[in-house]
T-cell receptor, first 114, second 111 residues
């Protein structure tokens, strides 16, 4: 079974802090994704990566950066957390190919910025 | 930019009844996928239907796709309390490497 794990289920940070969200998958998937989920807005893509050290911006990349140094690990970085980044963050992975394959999701990290 | 829009936003039914959710989208797609999310958890893939398919079944799930109307429906037959969850459609646009998710339908199955 594919397993996608995220470093924290719940996280509370202060405004201005640098925040790291980690995601690890164990199925050798090429693609990895970071989404945020907010009530009434559904899932919005922040960034995705299709290979090590490769990344592409999604719909809402402002205020975020990502890092993919190893194939199994994809990190989301909030350089200076703000209250409007309070949200549920979901990581996913999939095989490569233009949207051809299902995505496997982690359990999510609920981040609160105070 | 969101691609899929689900309808209704919320649905409440009795256990044993069928539940139907609809998804509409705007541009040409490679495939359409349905996911389920239990409260506060990650999404779980349910079924994928390709643009050249019209209907697909998986257990109690039946998905249809009408590319001329740019719409899909998910039917859950003989619903159970455990089916209570949010259901999302996601479209794989032709030439895009990622999926576009809708805002979801919240299904409540009353025992």
């Amino acid at each position: 079974d594919v397993k996608v794990t995220q470093s924290s289920r719940y996280l509370v940070k202060r405004t201005g802090e640098k925040v790291f969200l980690e995601c690890v998958q164990d199925m050798d998937h090429e693609n990895m994704f970071w989404y945020r989920q907010d009530p009434g807005l559904g899932l919005r893509l922040i960034y995705f990566s299709y290979d090590v050290k490769m990344k592409e911006k999604g719909d809402i990349p402002e205020g975020y950066s990502v890092s993919r140094e190893k194939k199994e690990r994809f990190s989301l970085i909030l350089e200076s957390a703000s209250t409007n980044q309070t949200s549920m963050y979901l990581c996913a992975s999939s095989l490569s190919g233009f949207g051809h394959y299902e995505q496997y999701f982690g359990p999510g990290t609920r981040l609160t910025v105070t | 930019s969101q691609q899929g829009e689900e309808d209704p936003q919320a649905l409440s039914i009795q256990e044993g009844e069928n539940a139907t959710m609809n998804c509409s989208y705007k541009t040409s797609i490679n495939n359409l996928q349905w996911y389920r999310q239990n409260s506060g958890r990650g999404l779980v893939h349910l079924i994928l239907i390709r643009s050249n398919e019209r209907e697909k079944h998986s257990g109690r799930l039946r998905v249809t796709l009408d590319t001329s109307k740019k719409s899909s429906s998910l039917l859950i037959t003989a619903s159970r309390a455990a089916d209570t969850a949010s259901y999302f459609c996601a479209t794989a646009k032709t030439g895009a490497n990622n999926l576009f998710f809708g805002t979801g339908t919240r299904l409540t199955v009353i025992p």
